[in-house]
């Protein structure tokens, strides 16, 4: 039984601490915003600096500008969004077996129609509970359904790339969580759950090109720092730039941009080197500073180095629905055009979804596998006669006190 009063005692002490936290940010923040208009003001040398830079942080590539780009609302159009969830598999559990649900939506603007659907897949072989794993077969575990999952969304995304003009997946496109090293991931074999995962984004990305379609990875509440990262490079005192070789971490220098804090409640450590100044903030934090309702960022690439075992690196900007400051994802053929009449689309879609892409809610609607649901997915087993529980869930499931 969860201990509410003790709960609301830790609340309120974390809601003072997220309150001094964020007065310790701000002038972190406006140090970020002071970066930023060097970073302009370096024009295109800031590229030929990032792209000879050595880090040890993800640092993403100008490709264009750096300022705001006016979105411009769309004509009509279609979407395609896929959206997924999952019953995981539980050894106290019945039979050993897991469930991907996966919901597709398609909205055609031009006909004034949609249809909504969503496929469930039970898995229970033993290529799927006892999968080859990064070359090793191991017990099918959370990682693994999400990986699963990830792949049936890029399925139902492939069928659905010739009749619509935009496709919408919720979350990123970098498989950083699947496996950071592309050779590794291409030397697996074909039947790996990795190979097959990275297989189907391939496939839903390469259907989509050659339809004219445009896919997109939508994050909302983004944490990336790619573009932060790309001001620690500005930042950096030395040339090139090079962590491994860093004076001040090597005390050959020392940064005295602010006295050293002795406040033993402060809650983040005083900067040590240039690239600290900048530290703990996030790129959406950043470009709610510069971005006005309805304007997108300049396009970067991702330095991320999976997407080199895609067909296309993966490009990305931020956008300002209205909102919230969203990233969106996307391969790097799409052209400047497409990238105008994409950003116009994710814009149009979050207006219709107060906030969020109406085709994703309802793609995860028809996705969800709520409480009630995986109550009845478990009894729909147990009448099948598909084994019984462990004794711990079936103590645990009878309360004797």
């Known amino acids: ?14 809601r003072s601490d997220l309150a001094r936290l964020d007065d310790e940010r701000g002038p972190r923040l406006e140090a970020a915003a002071s970066a930023w208009r060097q970073a302009v003001a370096l024009g295109p040398a800031l590229r030929d600096r ?3 830079a050595r880090t040890s942080w993800l640092v993403a590539e100008p490709l264009e500008e750096l300022r705001a780009y006016d979105v411009v609302p769309p004509g009509s159009y279609r979407v395609a969004a896929s959206d997924g969830s999952q019953v995981f598999p539980d050894r106290h559990e019945m039979a050993q077996c ?7 939506v398609q909205i055609d603007y031009r006909a004034y129609a949609a249809a909504m659907t969503s496929a469930p897949t039970l898995c229970w072989l033993p290529a799927d509970v006892y999968p080859l794993v990064g070359g090793m077969r191991q017990e099918a575990d959370g990682r693994v359904v999400a990986a699963r ?5 890029c399925d139902a995304l492939t069928g659905a790339a010739a009749s619509n003009d935009l496709l919408l997946t919720d979350g990123t496109l970098l498989l950083w969580w699947l496996d950071p090293d592309p050779d590794r991931l291409r030397a697996l074999p074909p039947d790996d759950v990795k190979s097959r995962t990275l297989a189907s984004l391939n496939a839903m990305t390469a259907a989509s090109r050659d339809a004219g379609s445009v896919p997109v990875g939508y994050l909302s509440a983004p944490r990336s720092t ?7 490079v500005v930042l950096c005192t030395e040339e090139p730039v090079d962590c491994d070789r860093c004076p001040y971490t090597s005390g050959k220098k020392a940064w005295g941009s602010r006295p050293a804090q002795t406040d033993a409640l402060r809650m983040l450590p005083a900067p040590e080197r240039p690239c600290e100044e900048v530290e703990t903030i996030a790129d959406a934090a950043l470009f709610a500073r510069l971005l006005h309702p309805g304007q997108r960022s300049g396009r970067f690439r991702s ?3 999976v ?5 296309a690196p993966i490009d990305f900007v931020y956008l300002h629905t209205g909102a919230e400051i969203a990233r969106l994802e996307f391969p790097a053929w799409v052209t400047p055009d497409g990238l105008d009449s994409m950003c116009g689309m994710v814009a149009d879609q979050c207006d219709k979804g107060l906030g969020y892409p ?3 809610a309802e793609a995860h609607e028809q996705g969800v596998v709520r409480g009630n649901d995986r109550r009845a997915f478990q009894d729909l087993l147990r009448r099948q006669g598909a084994g019984p529980v462990s004794a711990k869930l079936s103590r645990k499931r009878l309360s004797v006190l």
């Not at 201990?3 to 609340?11: H, K, N, T, Y």
């Not at 790619?226 to 620690?232: A, E, F, I, P, T």
């Open 50 to 52: 990032v792209l000879k």
């Open 1 to 14: 039984m969860l201990d509410l009063l003790s709960v609301a005692g830790q609340l309120r002490r974390m």
């Open 226 to 232: 790619d573009v932060v990262s790309m001001l620690k």
């Open 358 to 360: 109406v085709a994703l």
């Open 307 to 311: 997407a080199q075992a895609y067909e």
């Open 303 to 305: 330095s991320a180095q």
């Open 98 to 104: 897991f469930l991907v649900n996966v919901g597709l």
């Open 149 to 153: 999952r990830f792949a049936a969304e």
